[in-house]
């Protein structure tokens, strides 16, 4: 069972970068629903959505797949068959829970689940691409290929789901999603202290973008048509279609 995320409820001199280690691993699925508003909804949901898209005989890819969430979720929802769910993150500590949880599954298709940098996976022959907060973390120059190679390798009427959060231009709209954002997460019952001090461990390591350059990457690396289909204050999921 998670843990209560308390990692940054007490004072840091100087939060460090932060990093997807053992203590965080303990405390993910706590973090990450606390903290991305409707997270709890858009996993099921990605597994509704590969109903549509999946094919048999066909890979599904879970790139940056951390706990396996939207593997497991996706796991259950499909009934086509010789369907393999390829689960990639480049976490040791992530990657060996993933395993435990998968393990403990007893859905039928198959997970394989892998310690890589999705940087260097190679996509075959997928109906669906899922990168749920996980392009973010990428340097902004590694985004670009790493799309192409998921069209590339991607049947052509496959999908591409990308959750992010996104910066927005207009300074007075930044301001007011960050502050609806914080908001929610207090109501969650983050103290300013553990917003403050995680918003300053994340702000070398997690780069959000403006909407439009996710759109204008999509088409660039070669899908045809992308649709958000959910979103709250900053937290978009798009869905694109080869």
Known sequence: MSKQDDLYSKP????????????VVQVFPDMINRSVPGYALIVPMIGLLARRFVTPGSRVYDLGCSLG??????????SVEDVEIMA???????????QELISADDAAIPVRV??????DTEIQNASLVVLNFTLQFLTPEKRTALLKKACRGMQTGGALVLSEKVHFEDERKQELMTQWHHDFKKTQGYSDLEIAQKRNALENIMIPEALESHYDRLSSAGFREAHNWYRCFNFYSIIAIK
Do not use: G, N, Y
């Not at 001199?13 to 280690?21: G, L, S």
């Not at 969430?69 to 499909?78: G, V």
């Open 12 to 23: 840091l001199e100087k939060p460090a970068d932060f990093r997807f280690d053992e203590r």
């Open 69 to 78: 969430a939207c593997s497991l979720a996706i796991r259950r929802a499909l």
């Open 88 to 98: 990639v993150d480049k976490s040791a500590a992530m990657v060996s829970r993933c």
């Open 114 to 119: 892998f310690e890589q940098d999705i940087t």
